[in-house]
């Protein structure tokens, strides 16, 4: 399975309106920020995307970055998620990393969020992938370790992006 995979979408720039829409009545912190998917009526794109990829939404999400977010794994059940950049992506890098079998079999479990998984803040786990300055859509896999770097101080912030996970996960995407 694919760390990655880009979605074409070209009304991308509705989304982000939208969705900076939806967050102008919100009061996020840093890290990630639970919405209510309900919101997403108020994000008609978003919702003529899943439909063109037949998704049904499950959770929706925004994380807000000021600062880098450390490598880590999300719990499973979810392994496909979506991640759609909104706002000041510039001078930020998406990294995935390798790990061995072995590695996340000595991991502790944490519970973040009410959902438990490894943590792999203890490894030193070398680089396998990076996007940088995220401008398109793209389906991942979170169970991949992954992290997101600033790796220019001159950027602007917060650096916004909404994840979705979905009901019927977009494994497919990821072949």
């Known amino acids: 399975m694919k760390r990655y995979a880009y979605i074409d979408c070209d009304y991308l720039s509705s989304i982000q309106t939208e969705v900076l829409s939806i967050l102008d009545n919100k009061n996020t912190t840093e890290g990630w920020n639970?919405?209510?998917?309900?919101?997403?009526?108020?994000?008609?794109?978003?919702?003529?995307?899943?439909?063109?990829l037949k998704l049904v939404v499950e959770d929706f999400s925004v994380t807000v970055l000021t600062e880098d977010l450390a490598p880590h794994l999300d719990a499973l059940p979810q392994v496909a998620k979506i991640n759609i950049p909104i706002a000041n992506t510039k001078g930020w890098s998406n990294v995935w990393y390798s790990i061995t079998e072995e590695q996340l079999a000595s991991c502790p479990s944490v519970t973040v969020f009410d959902d438990t998984h490894e943590s792999i803040s203890h490894l030193e786990l070398p680089e396998t992938d990076r996007i940088n300055d995220l401008d398109k859509i793209i389906a991942f896999n979170s169970r991949i370790p992954h992290s997101v770097n600033m790796y220019t101080p001159a950027v602007l912030s917060p650096r916004i992006v909404a994840s979705f996970t979905f009901v019927n996960q977009p494994l497919e995407l990821l072949q």
Request: proline share 5%; charged share 30%.
């Open 34 to 52: 639970f919405l209510d998917k309900m919101d997403l009526i108020q994000a008609p794109s978003v919702l003529k995307l899943c439909k063109e």
